[in-house]
């Protein structure tokens, strides 16, 4: 079991372009988490998704941003028209029931430049 | 708001001594705690998770202890080792899946 598989490690965007960052969870998890950690501050929750479904996107902007967990294939974040500011790691986690034996990933390192 | 605060946000401590990181939180309701090991460049792992009714668990060098009248916990590294050098933090989880994290506690241990 490879564990929590995120791709790209890092991600260099321009203003205005989009960013899609990729998480598989482990084998026999079915609930994604994706969190966001901006420079010398903790991670913060965006999204939680089961598969085909958002149970909770509360901690996402609404602009730009969306997520989603396919019957099939990885969990998707996307982010559209990226600006500076969403420069950040973007941690996914998994696990096989709700709130318990959380998984993280590495990471993904997004820079805007 | 539910909140957690770590400290101190960085120690520095030659290797084989031992040291202790504090978490308090406001959380609530109050489902869980827990410490992870976050290296430089990695996602955090978990060390210890704790309920309500838990005020001490240990994994291998790392004991955590949880006050949940108070609502603080700590760890305890003991003979650090040079790879215990990375970001330590407390994370507690309401009746929820949404976990609040602390800012962490960098650790460098020197030689």
Known sequence: ?113 | KNQVEQSPQSLIILEGKNCTLQCNYTVSPFSNLRWYKQDTGRGPVSLTIMTFSENTKSNGRYTATLDADTKQSSLHITASQLSDSASYICVVSANDYKLSFGAGTTVTVRA
């Not at chain 1, 995120?6 to 960013?19: F, I, K, S």
């Not at chain 1, 988490?33 to 901690?59: A, C, H, T």
């Not at chain 1, 902007?61 to 028209?81: D, V, Y």
């Open chain 1, 1 to 113: 079991n490879a564990g929590v598989m995120q791709n790209p490690r890092h991600l260099v965007r321009r203003r205005g372009q989009e960013a899609r960052l990729r998480c598989s969870p482990m084998k026999g998890h079915s609930h994604v988490y994706w969190y966001r950690q901006l420079p010398e501050e903790g991670l913060k929750f965006m999204v939680y998704l089961q598969k085909e479904n958002i149970i909770d996107e509360s901690g996402m902007p609404k602009e730009r941003f969306s997520a989603e967990f396919p019957k099939e294939g990885p969990s998707i974040l996307r982010i559209q028209q990226v600006v500076r500011g969403d420069s950040a790691a973007y941690f996914c986690a998994s696990s096989p029931e709700r709130n318990y034996g959380y998984t993280f990933g590495s990471g993904t390192r997004l820079t805007v430049v």
